[in-house]
């Protein structure tokens, strides 16, 4: 693999170790001419006069031949040396540094009137390495790059421009549609076994996505990231996308809960018969550049990432200390918190939760821990070892969303399962379509046969109320009883609705 990269730095080498070689001897040879030069200026050298001028005669002659050796080894040099600054060293293919030099080029021509250019990720990388190894890898995308040439059947320019992406560069004014092409197949041989690859693609083009390489660089970027959101192979950049704050955030978040601009509001959850029996904990960004930013701005991707594990101690923290405000004032409910799979991960997560438990002198029994489907359908061993510890000592899980993502039916079996949370999108409409009446009747009464009781999200009409209370639901939530408020606004809701 290093072969190539080998010689063309062995090449550069010698050439240059030549150009200085010649360059000395012709300096010898100057000062030797003329030093016979000044002797005969000077009439030292009479017996051999014509012999030396014979001698600077053939110096002229052995100087032309030695400049025009000289200028093949300088023009080789320069090759070799953009060849070694301009190709990645391990696929052989044009780099990033290439693409923005042929760009410049092509732009500063006068027929162009546009260039369409495509980013190809491969997805799957990192397990193809860690199945191969990383050699296997470059020759993966050195076989991506002849894919795409024998795919498009037109003449192309690609580039590595990093670890895992190629651009592909189409002729200046080539009209070019990706939905018109044969589906790629995805499929190439590594040693003689086939391998499954996965790519996302995203196009822009010049000038209209932008006017410099780097530009338009960042616009084929969000368009791969897109593609990514959107579960599609390929996405073509638009304007009115927004750039995407997820990268600002999370570089903010940190300092966000150190300065507690992350606070929490409460929605509760009432029975059948009106009683309150727990509230939700929400979690806002009060941020103070974009204001009371709700949890999909943050939460998601805060989930994928180790900042996680600050943010579920500080909502621990925070949520159990007005839990325990709310017990000395007369409340007796109980206190559900989301968490991700991420914190279900850590090694010490149960005896965290029990910790914060003992420090605001609140029985296991008092809390409720919520989770999405997603995380129900992880069977590691830390995971299931935090439920059944949590479980043991009184902790109750709720699964959060159910009916929307992957959870199967067995994951309903594990201990420390209270409820399931049936998603809004079953609720909102539920008297006008019979398939989500249909589905709510179904998931009720699977989750009394499993002694598994059920809560409603979403409910936002006293007829919602009344049809889910005859389905036999047995908890609500949603804007009918009360939309998410400040935990002091709470605290006087709850002594009203008592009341």
């Avoid at 003329?34 to 200026?41: H, S």
């Avoid at 994951?411 to 379509?433: A, C, P, V, W, Y």
Wanted: net charge negative; glycine share 4%.
């Amino acid at each position: 693999m290093y072969l190539h990269r080998t010689r063309l730095i062995g090449k550069i080498t010698s050439e240059k170790k030549s150009i200085y070689i010649i360059t000395i001897i012709h300096l010898v040879m100057v000062g030797i001419v003329l030093l016979i030069a000044y002797l005969l200026l000077l009439g030292k050298i009479e017996e051999n006069r014509k012999l030396c001028i014979y001698c600077i005669y053939g110096y002229i002659l052995c100087s032309l031949c030695l400049i025009y050796f000289v200028h093949l080894q300088w023009s080789e040099y320069s090759s070799h040396t953009e060849e070694y600054f301009y190709t990645d060293e391990l696929t052989h293919l044009p780099n990033v540094t290439a693409f923005i030099r042929d760009f410049e080029q092509y732009k500063n021509k006068d027929d162009i009137f546009f260039m369409k250019m495509i980013l190809v990720e491969t997805t799957n990388q990192n397990e193809i390495n860690a199945v191969f190894g990383l050699s296997a890898v470059y020759e993966m995308q050195k076989e991506i790059a002849h894919y795409f040439q024998d795919l498009l059947k037109i003449q192309i320019k690609i580039y590595k421009i990093d670890l895992n992406a190629l651009l592909i560069l189409f002729p200046q004014n080539y009209l070019f549609d990706f939905s018109q092409t044969q589906k790629p197949k995805q499929i190439i041989k590594i040693n003689d076994i086939p391998v499954y690859f996965e790519i996302t693609c995203g196009e822009c083009e010049y000038p209209q996505d932008g006017e410099t390489a780097l530009d338009l660089l960042q616009r084929a970027s969000c368009a791969v990231q897109e593609a990514k959101n959107e579960h599609t192979i390929f996405y073509k950049y638009e304007h009115k996308q927004e750039r995407s704050q997820r990268i600002v955030l999370l570089g903010q978040l940190q300092e966000a809960i150190n300065s507690r601009e992350i606070i929490f509001y409460y929605q509760p959850i009432i029975d059948v018969n009106g009683s309150i029996t727990e509230m939700e904990a929400l979690a806002r960004w009060d941020h103070p550049q974009y204001g009371m930013l709700p949890p999909s701005s943050f939460i998601n991707d805060l989930e994928q990432t180790g900042i996680s594990s600050f943010m579920i101690n500080y909502s621990l923290e925070y949520n159990l200390r007005n839990l325990r405000n709310l017990h000395r004032g007369g409340f007796k409910q109980k206190m559900a918190i989301n968490i991700s799979i991420m914190d279900l991960r850590q090694d010490h997560f149960s005896q965290m939760v029990l910790t914060h438990l003992d420090e605001n002198d609140l029985k296991p029994s008092d809390l409720i821990l919520e989770i999405t489907e997603r995380g129900f359908l992880a069977e590691d061993e830390k995971t299931n070892r935090n439920i059944n510890e949590l479980s043991q000592k009184g902790v109750f899980f709720h699964i959060d969303d159910f009916g929307v993502g992957f959870a199967s039916f067995g994951n309903l079996r594990k201990n420390g399962i209270r409820s399931i949370k049936i998603d809004h999108s079953f609720i909102e409409d539920l008297s006008q379509n019979e398939t989500n009446q249909a589905l709510v009747d179904c998931l009720v009464k699977m989750a009394k046969k499993l002694g598994i009781s059920t809560v409603a999200e979403g409910v936002e009409s006293k007829e919602s109320i009344e049809q889910l209370k005859k389905m036999g639901v047995d908890y609500l939530q949603g804007f009918a009883i009360a939309r998410p408020m400040p935990f002091d606004e709470l605290f006087d809701w709850m002594k009203q609705y008592q009341n």
